[in-house]
């Protein structure tokens, strides 16, 4: 079984600043992605970013130059730097895992429950 924890989710004002970091563990053999995912009262869930195993890295249009999502693949951790936050940045955020439990076969995509971040003016 795979567990995805994140922790970091808070109450800030707009322009402050917040740190999500996303753990998973069990029975994992590779991780081919690591993201987070938002979603607002009444919206959809939505992409904020996700990054590979080999660096490659994208961002919703509405975060970039603004939030920063790093990786550590030895921990399987990865982490979203939250800068200069809005009032549209208020969601339940959610880490995302796209992984092999074993050798040979098909990927598989996992959740965390989701932690809640609130951005006040």
């Known amino acids: 079984q795979v567990q995805l924890v994140e922790y970091g989710g808070d109450l800030a004002q707009a322009g402050g600043s917040l740190r999500l970091s996303c753990t998973a563990s069990?029975?994992?053999?590779?991780?081919?992605?690591m993201g987070w995912y938002r979603q607002a009262p009444g919206k959809q869930r939505e992409l904020v970013a996700t990054i590979t195993t080999g660096g490659v890295i994208k961002y919703a249009d509405s975060v970039k130059g603004r939030f920063i999502i790093s990786r550590d693949n030895a921990e399987y951790t990865v982490y979203l730097q939250m800068d200069a936050l809005k009032l549209e940045d208020t969601a339940v955020y959610f880490c995302?895992?796209?992984?092999?439990?074993?050798?040979?076969?098909?990927?598989?995509?996992?959740w965390g429950r989701g932690t809640q971040v609130t951005v006040s003016s």
């Open positions: 069990g029975s994992i053999f590779y991780i081919n992605a």
């Open positions: 995302h895992a796209d992984l092999l439990r074993e050798l040979g076969v098909p990927a598989e995509e996992h």
